[in-house]
Each structure stands twice: as C-alpha cells, then as structure tokens.
C-alpha cells in the first residue's frame, strides 16, 4: 500500500555542482554566484556546498578538456591507482570522489543536484537515476506541483546499457537537472532563472523533509530511456542527414512509426520506423554528434513512491 | 539614378566553415562538392571549406579568429614559426580567391555564418555602393518569405576590411539564426540553402543580361557601437544576463530607459543612450570573449541604381 514508511536520515549533506560541463553556462554562473554569496541556498539544518566540479574545462569555456567528466565515474576510473598521467577529469572524479564520497559507502554526501544546460529543448527536465529512490521521487512530486503548470518532465536514466557514470552518482540521491534550450557558451536569463526556481523548490522540500514533515504515497510521471538513435551516416562516418523540421524541438513529443524523422541534405525525408509510439529526447543535443546521438527515444511508466519521513 | 553597368562575374565562390563550428556552412559547401556543382551558368563555382582545422575540432577558431585575418595589413604579414595558423591559411586563401583588391580576384565571394542570436537572414557587408551585392540582397529579400531578411553595413575602408568576403571583387557574408555552435538545423539549413540559390540565381540571371530596375532597398542597418556586459569591479565575473525584452529580439528599437540587463541580484540595467538603435548579435556566443553582448545599428533605407551587366 506504500504506507509502510520508508525511514530516511534526516538529509544533512547537499551539495550543487556545476560546470561538470564546462560550457552549459547557467550551472556555472550559479554555482559562481552561490560560492560568493551563499544565502539563497540557505537552509535550516543542512549544510548546502555549491562546487564547481571542472574547473579548467570551466576556464577554457569547453565541455571537457581531456574526457566527459559526466562519464568518468566508473568503478574502474574511480578505483585506478592516482596519477598525474591519468586524464584531466579521471584525476577530478577521483578528487569529487574523495570529497563527496566515496560513492556507495554511508559517508557519501546525502544528495547532489548536478546543473546542466542542454541545446535540445527540454524544458526544466529532471534526471533520475533509479526507480527505487523514493526521495528523489517524493522531491520530484514536489517540485512538479511547486511549478505547475510549467512541467518538469523526468527522464530515468535506469537501463543496462545507457545509464551513464554521472559525477552527481557519487552521492545518495543523486539528481540532474537539464534545462534547455540554451547554446553552449551562451548565458540566457529565462533558462537561468528556470534552473534557479527549481532548485530553490527542491531546497524548500529537503527543509520540510529535515523538520520531518510526512510525504504521503505518491505516483510521478517518468520518461524511462529506451535507445540510442544516431543520426544516419556515409561509410566515412558523415553525417548525411539532420534532425527533420517536423521532430526538431518536439522533445517530450510522441514520435509514432512512420513520422519523419531526418532530413537529407538534398530534401529527402526518412521516417521513424520502429513498432510502437516513443516520446524522443535529447533532440539534436550539441554534445551527442560526437557520442552518435541524434536523440534517445523513451517510454512513459508511472513510478510509485512510498511514504517517506525522517527518522 | 543613372543606370550602371558592371562586368559580368565569371568566378562565384562559396565559403563555409570560417568559423568551424558554425555548421550550416560546412554541411552546405559539402553537399555542393557532392553534387558536383561547378557551374552556375556561364559562372565558374568554386566551394571552400575555408577553417579546415576549425571544423575537425568543431570549435570557432585554433589559434585566432580566421574572419579577422583578411586586413591588408594581415595579409602583407610575413610568415614566421610563430606565425598563427589562421594567418597562414588567411594568406592561401587569399592566394586562392585574391589577391585581395586586385584584378585577379574571384568576382564574387559569398561565407557562410551562423549565429546563436535570433537574427533570422542577415546579409552582411561592408559597403552599400556597391550595386552587385545591394541588387543580390534586394532578391533575397523579396524571394524569401519564410525568415526576416536584412542587411547589415560594417562600413570600413577596403584595406580595413578583415572579413573573408573582402578578398573577391564583390563580396558579402549570410548570417543565420539562431542555431547553436556545433547543432545543425534543418530549418536553418534550409534558409541558408534559399539564400544562397537566390544568389546564383541571380548571378546567372546578370550575366545572360537581365536589367534589374532601380529603387530602394530598406531594412538596411549600420553598425553604430557595441555594448559591453556589466561586470563585478573587483572579480570580473560578468554579473547580469542580457534581459529578456532584448534577447531573441535582434532588430527591435531600443529606446533611452529600456531594460538592456538583468542583474542576478535582479536590479535592470536600462539604456542610457540618447538614440533610439536597432540591438543585433544579441547574446551571440563568440562575442563573449570580446565581452559584447550586442552590437546597435541605426535603420536606414538605400537608393539603388537599375543595373544590367556590361556588354562588350
């Protein structure tokens, strides 16, 4: 019935990151800002650290300087031997962890909210790693009613093959934040500004939870990732089509078998072939050309979250 | 006006990936070479990719900016080991589309361009005297309906000017937005493709010796002043965005007392020039290194004499 209380520590540990991509620009200028003056993040019985977690990507205005950071939090990266040849951001994931980890251990930080920026227009999406965080679920309810009636779509990242080794993933409850579009390099004052109101809602929900205010059962919305689509390409790796008008900007949108999908350079449609309807992502994101990602497809699930209340 | 009559232009070409990571250009140069397109009429069409380097990093530039390279004085430059690669390949192409100024030059040079500010087609020069290039823009203007068309002035003399487009007899850059650095869009593609099938169009329609009537060509703006992001005394940071009545608002007027930015304290800095401009390149990302957040233009109207290509 989801009334059996799911028991939670008091949550004491929250940091923000930003600039894990050194050129989504909203999570840097925040985190900046934060650092200088911290009394918007603010809140009664947690310690809130705003870091930035790639700073020389930062400095150069790139998204990384020798590796994804957003990926180098492998077991096996995090674990090899310190040293002064391994890549910039393998040294940095081993320094994140130290410092808000060690990941999958208890003094592990409570909750990190990692900012990013994306060129795909999704909106204020929130990324969830596991469809058994019932405090991340309960913070996601929250702050999809704080914000009604703009959405907040949720995209699961939970899949065997496509859920990634996140810098946010060293903590308890790791959560993303994506908000687009905004290009690289570029600093937009209502994406800005988005990012900022969802965060404040999500500090305002770990306060109630801290003074141990009771979240009932709840179901949230997800979009759970599905697969990879790249974009078609020559036998020299090319590109040879772009993202078709008809799906450009349609994140979140059902893509039905048979709708056009890519746009020849000379005119030519083609279209979605797949059994069934999928809700596309990631929709001509900058950074996925070089990853093969045109866009990810998703399906939608209802998650249900039990009770939860501090301890 | 008096009518004019000018050379026919036997030698088009195409520059895209100036900036490497300005994609529509790039996609569209190669597609051109891919279908082999040599010919526009009688003209000889030649397609460059101007940054080569830029474009396999997909980044805007690898040592300095190659669309700045193209003054006299740059040009002129001897070449040393320290000699920055977009200064060496300023030069080729110089020695491939130019010389810069002289009779060997292409006849027309049209570089490719993208923006992440909203400013729809903007075709950008740096003369309104010359007739080719204002008659081009008036075609382009009156065939496409599907984005706003404008002109942009950078008014500088030639051995000034450090665009690539100043290296052919007649030259001009299309600009479009928005679309982020690296992303293609189909839908910008698509405009830049019009605008440049409207360009040869209107080359082969000069050459075989159509008269085009004189009249005027508005939507025409010059390049006043630039304005910079206000910025923390004592940290540099830069301590506002670019408020949201002037962003995605490129060619709107901004009159004394406007918002201009919104300080993340939430303070709005407002205008305080006594002449009502026309904001462009609003938030474009390249320009945040130079710390403009904008350039303002005044609007004005061009008179353009009827042309029809030279006989002999």
């Known amino acids: 019935s989801g009334w059996n209380r799911i028991i939670n520590n008091v949550a004491r540990r929250v940091a923000i990151f930003g600039g894990t991509h050194g050129n989504e620009m909203s999570g840097v200028t925040l985190v900046n800002l934060w650092i200088q003056n911290g009394k918007e993040i603010h809140r009664k019985g947690v310690e809130t650290k705003p870091f930035i977690t790639n700073p020389r990507a930062v400095e150069k205005c790139t998204r990384y300087v020798d590796t994804d950071l957003n990926r180098a939090f492998t077991t096996e990266n995090l674990s090899a031997p310190s040293g002064d040849d391994l890549p910039y951001e393998v040294q940095r994931a081993q320094q994140i962890n130290e410092i808000f980890g060690p990941k999958g251990s208890p003094e592990a930080y409570d909750v990190i909210f990692d900012l990013h920026n994306t060129t795909s227009n999704m909106g204020c999406t929130l990324i969830l790693e596991s469809s058994k965080d019932h405090f991340n679920l309960q913070m996601m309810h929250y702050i999809k009613k704080a914000i009604a009636p703009d959405s907040c779509p949720v995209l699961l990242t939970e899949h065997p093959l496509l859920k990634y080794s996140t810098s946010r993933s060293v903590a308890k409850h790791p959560i993303g934040l994506e908000v687009g579009p905004q290009p690289q390099g570029v600093l937009r004052s209502n994406i800005f500004e988005s990012m900022r109101v969802v965060l404040k809602h999500a500090l305002d929900f770990i306060e109630l939870f801290n003074e141990g205010l009771e979240f009932p059962p709840c179901t949230v919305d997800v979009f759970r990732v599905s697969e990879k689509m790249d974009y078609p390409r020559d036998t020299n790796g090319n590109i040879i089509a772009m993202v078709h008008p008809n799906l450009q900007d349609c994140d979140w949108e059902p893509l039905n078998p048979g709708d056009p999908m890519f746009q020849t350079f000379d005119g030519t449609t083609l279209r979605y072939e797949g059994a069934g309807t999928v809700y596309p992502t990631f929709i001509n994101e900058a950074a996925y050309y070089e990853k093969q990602q045109a866009f990810v497809t998703t399906r939608r699930e209802t998650l249900a979250a039990g009770a939860i209340k501090k301890t | ?312």
């Open chain 2, 1 to 312: 006006m008096e009518p004019v009559s000018l050379p026919a232009l036997s030698r088009v070409a195409i520059c895209g990936g100036t900036h490497g990571n300005e994609m529509s250009g790039v996609y569209l140069v190669r597609e051109l070479q891919r279908q082999k397109l040599e010919k526009a009429g009688s003209a000889t069409l030649t397609t460059v990719i101007s940054n080569p380097r830029a474009v396999q990093v997909c980044k805007r530039y690898t040592d300095m900016d190659l669309n700045r390279c193209f003054t006299d004085a740059i040009l002129s430059s001897p070449v040393t080991v320290a000699t920055p690669y977009e200064v060496r390949r300023a030069q080729e192409l110089n020695t491939l589309l130019g010389p810069k100024g002289k009779l060997g030059a292409v006849d027309l040079v049209c570089d490719l361009h993208n923006t992440t500010a909203n400013m729809g087609l903007s075709l950008i020069s740096y003369s309104v005297q010359d007739w080719v290039i204002m008659h081009i823009y008036r075609q382009v203007q009156r065939k496409i309906t599907s984005a706003p068309v404008r002109f942009i002035l950078l008014d500088l003399p030639l051995a000034d000017v450090y665009s690539q487009d100043s290296l052919g007899k007649h030259g001009f850059s299309i600009e479009v937005g928005p679309q982020p650095h690296g992303v293609v869009r189909a839908d910008i593609f698509n405009l830049m493709k019009e605008a440049v099938d409207q360009t040869l169009d209107w080359v082969q329609c000069f050459n075989s010796g159509s008269a085009f009537e004189g009249g005027e060509v508005d939507d025409v703006y010059t390049f006043v002043k630039s304005v910079y992001y206000p910025r923390d005394p004592e940290t540099n940071q830069i301590t506002a965005a670019i408020h949201p009545q002037v962003q995605d608002r490129d060619f709107c007027l901004l009159h004394p007392g406007d918002p201009m930015f919104l300080m993340f304290s939430g303070e709005i800095v407002k205008y305080e020039g006594e002449e009502v401009l026309h904001p462009f390149f609003v938030n474009e990302c390249a320009y945040y290194e130079k710390s403009i957040a904008f350039h303002l233009a005044r609007k004005m109207t061009v008179t353009i004499p009827p042309l029809q290509v030279k006989r002999d």
